[in-house]
């Protein structure tokens, strides 16, 4: 079955730059997805990549795939205390829309 | 507006009892889903639902039985409920993905807690 992996925790100051990466096994992944979930909140969908697009930028988030080797990346620019939270990667393959998530990266920004 | 909205958003209940989380959403979409988060953060799907009928069910315990009364709203009943269920249960939304897009939008969360 599908499976997609993240690193489980991330910690940097406040203005440097973020990378948390995610890796996936299903070849047929249609859709790549980054959400965010603040404690005790609800999931909020950040960006979303297509299978056939090695980078997308909205803002201070930049996304990068690299198909070849399932690997996907989230990049946060000049990060904030208020990025503190947890980031899922997730992905739906063709024909379902299911997503898939893997376990999140929580990710903590001090000052 | 809220666009994807649960009630209850806390549910405290003993083992045994059944319960009912309701799910609503307003963005005029085709598709429904409910989604469990475990205490470890794992989030894993349990049902799809298209156009009311119901498309995945993800080897979840036939005590979890979904019901959508028209394609804005999609319930989960949880009968004889056991201390595993405890976990937050997220319902989302999203077009149908015969348009080619698998935006999903999560309501808060149902956070049930089994006693």
């Known amino acids: 079955g599908e499976d997609v992996e993240q690193s489980l925790f991330l910690s940097v100051r406040e203005g440097d730059s973020s990378v948390i990466n995610c890796t996936y096994t299903?070849?047929?992944?249609?859709?790549l997805y980054w959400y965010k979930q603040e404690p005790g909140a609800g999931l909020q969908l950040l960006t979303y990549?297509?299978?056939?697009?090695d980078m997308k930028q909205d803002q201070r988030l930049t996304v990068l795939l690299n198909k070849k080797d399932k690997h996907l990346s989230l990049r946060i620019a000049d990060t904030q205390t208020g990025d503190s939270a947890i980031y899922f990667c997730?992905?739906?393959?063709?024909?379902?829309?299911?997503?898939?998530f893997g376990k999140g990266t929580m990710l903590l920004v001090s000052p | 507006d809220t666009a994807v909205s649960q009630t209850p958003k806390y549910l405290v209940t003993q083992m045994g009892n059944d319960k009912s989380i309701k799910c609503e959403q307003n963005?005029?979409?085709?598709?429904m889903y409910w989604y469990k988060q475990d205490s470890k953060k794992f989030l894993k799907i349990m049902f799809s639902?298209?156009?009311?009928?119901?498309?995945i069910n993800e080897t979840v315990p036939n005590r979890f039985s979904p019901k959508s009364p028209d394609k804005a709203h999609l319930n989960l009943h949880i009968n004889s409920l056991e201390l595993g269920d405890s976990a937050v249960y997220f319902c989302?939304?999203?077009?149908?993905?015969?348009?080619?897009?698998?935006?999903?939008?999560f309501g808060p969360g149902t956070r049930l807690t089994v006693t």
């Open positions: 989302a939304s999203s077009q149908d993905p015969i348009f080619g897009t698998y935006e999903q939008y």
């Open positions: 299903d070849s047929s992944s249609t859709y």
């Open positions: 990549i297509f299978s056939n697009m």
């Open positions: 997730a992905e739906t393959s063709s024909g379902y829309s299911t997503l898939t």
């Open positions: 963005l005029g979409h085709d598709t």
């Open positions: 639902y298209n156009n009311k009928e119901l498309i």
